[in-house]
Antibody
Framework: EVQLVQSGAEVKKPGESLKISCKGSGYSFTRNWVGWVRQMPGKGLEWMGIIYPGDSDTRYSPSFQGQVTISADKSITTAYLQWSSLKASDTAMYYC?????????????????WGQGTMVTVSS | EIVLTQSPGTLSLSPGERVTLSCTASQSIYSNFLAWHQQKPGQAPRLLIYGASSRATGIPDRFSGSGSGTDFTLTISRLEPEDFAMYYCQQYGNLPLTFGGGTTVEI
C-alpha cells in the first residue's frame, strides 16, 4: 500500500527552528516528485514547493522561496520541510503529497497521494 | 502565476441532487493539466480527477470532470451524504503549481 506518513504535531515559539518529515512507503521513493502544501486555519491550499528525491531537484513557489527549505533523504525514503526561524504566521497544517508519474523530469502531474498532515503551531 | 477562480463559493444542496462546480483559469492550462481534490473536515485532501476528465483510482463514477483551456467543471451526478465537503481545483501545467480557493458543498 502506498503511504505517506508525516511526523506529529509541533508547538514552537517564534524564532525557533523546525524540521517536519514525510516518510514514503509502498513505492519506489526516488521515482516520484513529493510536494509540500500549506493550509492555514480555515483557509485553502497553497503549494509551497516540491522535490524529486532521485536527484534532489527542488522547485519553490515564489511565495515560499527563501522562507523554507525542502530536502529529502532517499536512504530512509523521507522528505523534509524546515524553517530556520518560525513566525506566528507559520501556524498551519502542512501536507506532503506525491505526484503520480514516475521518472518525470519536471513536476507536472497531479498529487495522487497525500500525507495525513502535520499541524504546526507557533505561539509565544 | 496561473490564478484559479472557483465558483460558487458555497453550495447548499440535498442528497440526490446534481451539482456542477466551476474552475476558471487566468490563462490556458497546458495540456489540460487540471485536477480536482476533495477535502472533508479534519482530513487530508483526496484526488478525484486528473487531466481534467480522468477519474483517479477508486473514485465513483458519479464524479466527472470536463473542460479545456481556461474553463473546467466538476460534476457530481447524484449527491451522496459522504460527498458534502470542500472541493479544490489545481493546475499542474505551469510552475508555480496553484490551487483554486475552493467550493464548499454543504447540506
Amino acid at each position: 500500500e502506498v503511504q505517506l506518513v508525516q511526523s506529529g504535531a509541533e508547538v514552537k515559539k517564534p524564532g525557533e527552528s523546525l524540521k517536519i518529515s514525510c516518510k514514503g512507503s509502498g513505492y519506489s521513493f526516488t521515482r516520484n516528485w513529493v510536494g509540500w502544501v500549506r493550509q492555514m486555519p480555515g483557509k485553502g491550499l497553497e503549494w509551497m514547493g516540491i522535490i524529486y528525491p532521485g536527484d534532489s531537484d527542488t522547485r519553490y513557489s515564489p511565495s515560499f522561496q527563501g522562507q523554507v527549505t525542502i530536502s529529502a533523504d532517499k536512504s530512509i525514503t523521507t522528505a523534509y520541510l524546515q524553517w530556520s526561524s518560525l513566525k506566528a504566521s507559520d501556524t498551519a497544517m502542512y501536507y506532503c503529497a506525491r505526484q503520480g508519474r514516475e521518472y518525470s523530469s519536471s513536476p507536472h502531474d497531479a498529487f495522487d497521494m497525500w500525507g495525513q498532515g502535520t499541524m504546526v503551531t507557533v505561539s509565544s | 502565476e496561473i490564478v484559479l477562480t472557483q465558483s460558487p463559493g458555497t453550495l447548499s444542496l440535498s442528497p440526490g441532487e446534481r451539482v456542477t462546480l466551476s474552475c476558471t483559469a487566468s490563462q490556458s492550462i497546458y495540456s489540460n493539466f487540471l485536477a480536482w481534490h476533495q477535502q472533508k473536515p479534519g482530513q487530508a485532501p483526496r484526488l478525484l480527477i486528473y487531466g481534467a476528465s480522468s477519474r483517479a483510482t477508486g473514485i465513483p463514477d458519479r464524479f466527472s470532470g470536463s473542460g479545456s483551456g481556461t474553463d473546467f467543471t466538476l460534476t457530481i451526478s447524484r449527491l451522496e451524504p459522504e460527498d458534502f465537503a470542500m472541493y479544490y481545483c489545481q493546475q499542474y501545467g505551469n510552475l508555480p503549481l496553484t490551487f483554486g480557493g475552493g467550493t464548499t458543498v454543504e447540506i
